[in-house]
């Protein structure tokens, strides 16, 4: 595993390496879209003289040698590299996790054996002589991915990681206006991608009666029950993203605000991060060789961490957590969300349903955006009347204050369900993550 690298005295160093493997293949009305594989190797080489860091990226793991000597002649020696505090919170780890070189390495799934998996959706679910539906598409891919990590300190680590993708989506024009529904499922290996054809059915039938049959709702507050995916959503914009220590380095009204111990919610609200689960934001060691595990955010309603890389938790004097993320090998690492997610509670959707008198089931969501406050834009939504599920609603905007919509959480479900369909953009790169949590129901948004 060690490659012997000559590391500089006097200088913190590291290589980080990667090989990437992507395939891809779309259909579109029949015909295919787009189609193609691409692989990859590359090194980000970075040195450390307590000042600066110096950089360089190359496709020739020849040349990471003599970039490292190129950087090392440029920065200022420094005998007492070891005792800064960025460096001393950076871990030694030595180890070898590979979970996907086996038969469920997605590299040994012919081109052949991709358009069988399409075709056979397509056959389960297009219907050629369905009139509602104006267009579709069908695509699917993946990727695999090996890291490996050495550093001046010793760490030395290799990993693996990969996952599958495939997405059936339907568009229907009802009344001039075009509007599109389906199911995209993501898994860690390409078996993972079989079987969900009833699934994309569902949602497609939903989305053309949503389409056909939804009004506007007259906007105003109103008591919501969010889907599992919507909680999700919710937990990871707006909770997750505040989370993010290196936020605060910049923000001191934020740090203020975001006091550890402080109550931020609903006692039957905690939020957790986890890096070493085997889903979409698997991290087993960050990009500075901390070793994963598990952060809880929120626990009972009690703001009890955050997420930290080595400066964060060295300018704050909290400890590391395993979330110093880079989206490749071109770009150096942030503080980063894995798998974020919202535990279960223990209250049933039905009595979460027949306590609302007059209000909004929120059933999927698009995307949204959080901080102080958070914006949703929902994509199925249903009106409750009297205790129970009725006609379905346009609802543009959903929206609340995080701090308030965290204590207005009354109820929180037993249906936990964590989506592998999530990445996430930040400071112009993008990682893998997974966001969960199960239904809970909250007593004022403000809908529109």
Known sequence: MDYNFKFPENLYSEVRMEEKYSIWLGIRNGEIENDGESAEVGAMVRVFDGNMWYTAT????????????????????????????????????????????????????????????LDGYIEKCVDPEDKDVSFWSCGAGGRHLIKRLYTSKGTAIAWDYQCANLGVFFGFTVDGVTSYGGKYHVGMTVPDLLGHEEEVLEKKAQYLDYAKNAKDIEPGDYECVLAPVVTAMFTHESFGHKSEADFMLADKTLAEEWVLGKKVGSEK???CDVGDMPNHGYVPYDDEGTKAGKTYLMKDGILTGRLHDARSASIMGEKKTGNARAQDYHYQPIVRMTNTYMEAGTDKLEDMIAGVK??????????????????????????????????????????????QTLFDVDAVGDDFVLFDTYSCG????????SAGGPSIRVKKLSIS
């Open 269 to 271: 609200v905690s939020i």
């Open 58 to 117: 190359t496709n020739s793991l020849d040349e990471i040698q003599s970039q490292l000597d190129a950087l090392a002649a440029i920065a200022a020696p420094n005998p007492q590299i070891m005792e800064h505090p960025i460096v001393k919170e950076l871990d030694v780890n030595r180890d070898e996790r590979f979970r996907y070189d086996g038969e469920t390495d997605l590299r040994k799934v012919t081109r052949a054996q991709w358009k069988e998996i």
């Open 426 to 433: 930040k400071n112009g790169q993008g990682v893998d993550v």
């Open 358 to 403: 007059d209000g909004v089931y929120v059933m999927d969501v698009s995307n949204g955006t959080g901080n102080s406050t958070f914006v949703m834009n929902p994509t199925l939504c249903y009106r409750i009347r009297d205790g129970k599920v009725c006609e379905p609603i346009r609802v543009h905007m959903l929206t609340g204050s995080v701090f």
